[in-house]
């Protein structure tokens, strides 16, 4: 059994992989990173290496790094470093999940393998338990996520029965919006403490009715102060401020969404933010436009998510 921690709950911070100008990967920020998360947006649980973190566009040496550097810079700061070990190669994937384990990661995740896919339950099954193998005592996540990569199991499904299969199984990081498959994981899994993470942050009051202990994302890298506002309404049962809270936090998304919102323009957004350099992405994905940045900084200003203040206090603190 996985030497079971406090169950993973609240916001978890996907990361971003900070990179140089060169498009190399740059350490140098994650500590200040890790303290711009706890200090400026109560986010104190982070997923590295995921898609925000372009996990699966760096190579396996940079992903140990990586991944090292966050659970070095969270000690003592971060609640739980959640690692993604997904990868197309089992034994690559092994690889990472043992390294995990070392560094002293509290828990890993796993997306299914998306070139040759599984193409039932028992296949991805088999593959999951393989990976959590390789790091016995840690907590399993099973990262779905259909959009990206095209394996359409449905959760529900994977999870009937999967703690007899893969016995460090832990929870499931939904990325979807069948909130049907969402609430029967939910539903069937009651009797068992898995932590059911939601993964489409603009939607995630919706996935609290259904159910849902925390949530991965993006967007708690810089709106994670007004997600938690909108969790602490929803716990008083302050269920009209928990959907302004949510509005607010749609109204900003889907203005985004509509300029062309992924990975690039997440690091874009928080660079702005927090004054944090996060650097380009890497390719395939192209830097975000000049034109892009600038609408997404009118909207958060015209929403109050970010102030001439904030603006000025994080170029400083880069600076300093
Ligand atoms: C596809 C993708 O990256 N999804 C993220 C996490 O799973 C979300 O955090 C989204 O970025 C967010 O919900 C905005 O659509
Ligand atoms: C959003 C998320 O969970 C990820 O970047 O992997």
Not at 168 to 187: E, H, P
């Amino acid at each position: 059994m996985a030497s079971r921690k406090k169950n993973l709950q609240g916001l978890v911070a996907a990361t971003i992989t900070p990179m140089t100008e060169h498009g190399e990967i740059n350490l140098s920020v994650i500590g200040q990173y890790v303290d711009y998360l706890v200090e400026k947006q109560g986010v104190k649980n982070i997923f590295v290496n995921g898609t925000t973190g372009e996990g699966l566009s760096l190579s396996i040496s940079e992903r140990r790094r990586v991944a090292e550097e966050w659970v070095t810079k969270g000690r003592n700061k971060l609640d739980q470093v959640v690692i993604h070990v997904g990868a197309l190669s089992l034994k690559e994937s092994q690889e990472l999940a043992k390294h995990a384990a070392e560094i002293g990661a509290d828990g890993i995740a796993v997306i299914a393998p998306f070139f040759l896919k599984p193409q039932n339950k028992d296949d991805l099954t088999a593959f999951l338990k393989e990976v959590a193998a390789a790091a016995p005592a840690l907590p399993f996540y099973y990262y779905h996520i259909p959009a990206l990569t095209g394996v359409k199991i449905r959760a529900e499904e994977l999870l009937d029965g999967i703690q007899e299969k893969i016995p460090t199984f832990q929870g499931l990081k939904f990325s979807d919006t069948d909130l049907l498959d969402f609430g029967q994981c939910v539903d069937q899994n009651r009797q068992r403490q898995f932590a059911f993470l939601f993964g489409v942050d603009e939607q995630l009051l919706s996935a609290l009715v259904m159910g849902a202990t925390g949530a991965v994302g993006s967007t708690y890298n810089y709106l994670g102060k007004k997600t938690n506002q909108m969790l602490e309404a929803y716990e008083r049962k302050d269920f009209s401020s928990a959907l302004n809270y949510q509005f607010c936090i749609q109204r900003f998304i889907n203005f985004v969404i509509k300029l062309g919102f992924g990975v690039s323009q997440t690091k874009a957004i928080m660079t702005l933010v927090s004054g944090i350099p996060m650097g380009p992405p890497r390719l395939p994905l192209q830097r975000a436009s000049k034109e892009f940045i600038d609408n997404a900084e009118a909207k958060l200003k015209s929403l109050g998510f970010l102030s001439f203040t904030d603006l000025k206090n994080g170029n400083l603190e880069t600076s300093s």
